[in-house]
Antibody
Framework: EVQLVESGGGLVKPGGSLRLSCAAS????????MNWVRQAPGKGLEWVSS????????YYADSVKGRFTVSRDNAKNSLYLQMNSLRAEDTAVYYC???????????????WGQGTLVFVSS | DIQMTQSPSSLSASVGDRVTITCRAS??????LNWYQQKPGKAPKLLIY???SLQSGVPSRFSGSGSGTDFTLTISSLQPEDFATYYC??????????FGQGTRLEI
């Protein structure tokens, strides 16, 4: 069974940092591109970042570019999101999501974690 | 960025009804359109990918159609578990993918 479990969320002050993790199991993690998608409270979905299976291709939404860094450790079946210079508008539930296909980066998200809440407030 | 506009924003329906939700892209996205269902406090669930392909395990009462700029999600006979919020998402303009604002389907 495919499972994605996020952790690392919490309360952080503006300007602070946080590192999210996503532990994957039930599939060959190293063959799939992975993604982060966030959802502000009561709002819609916003794509944040994507990373290819071998980390050769990495992309960010303009809203987080230069502040967030995505990475992965295929040996540990884990995905990460390092978030720096956090702002109030980064407050959201952060989901990790798997690409539907192993053929490159499709941006079709077939499995999602349960999400972890990041709350940026003084 | 490609803008995705869903209509209606909310919809009231009854069990057994046929329901259609529309998603319009600000420019042609070919068939690169996905539909997700999200229930309160839960992660989104992929229903339809590539405009009309039913994701494994999703009931056949869900169907998708369209290409270019106009797309629809149809639920042929609403079941109690279908009341949720539905989002469309374009994967054409990758990596700058975008979601619609959501359609809340209520009893």
């Amino acid at each position: 069974e495919v499972q994605l479990v996020e952790s690392g969320g919490g309360l952080v002050k503006p300007g602070g940092s946080l590192r999210l993790s996503c532990a994957a199991s039930g599939f060959t993690f190293s063959t799939y591109s992975m993604n982060w998608v966030r959802q502000a409270p009561g709002k819609g979905l916003e794509w944040v970042s994507s990373i290819s299976s071998n980390s050769n291709y990495i992309y960010y939404a303009d809203s987080v570019k230069g502040r967030f860094t995505v990475s992965r450790d295929n040996a540990k079946n884990s995905l990460y999101l390092q978030m720096n210079s956090l702002r109030a508008e980064d407050t959201a539930v952060y989901y990790c999501a798997r690409d539907l296909s192993t053929r490159g980066m499709t941006y079709d998200f077939d499995y999602w974690g349960q999400g972890t809440l990041v709350f940026v407030s003084s | 960025d490609i803008q995705m506009t869903q209509s209606p924003s909310s919809l009231s329906a009854s069990v057994g009804d046929r329901v259609t939700i529309t998603c319009r892209a600000s420019q042609s996205i070919n068939y690169y359109l996905n539909w997700y269902q999200q229930k309160p406090g839960k992660a989104p669930k992929l229903l339809i990918y590539a405009a009309s392909s039913l994701q494994s395990g999703v009931p056949s009462r869900f169907s998708g159609s369209g290409s270019g700029t106009d797309f629809t999600l149809t639920i042929s006979s609403l079941q109690p578990e279908d009341f949720a919020t539905y989002y469309c998402q374009q994967s054409y303009s990758n990596p700058s993918i975008t979601f619609g604002q959501g359609t809340r389907l209520e009893i």
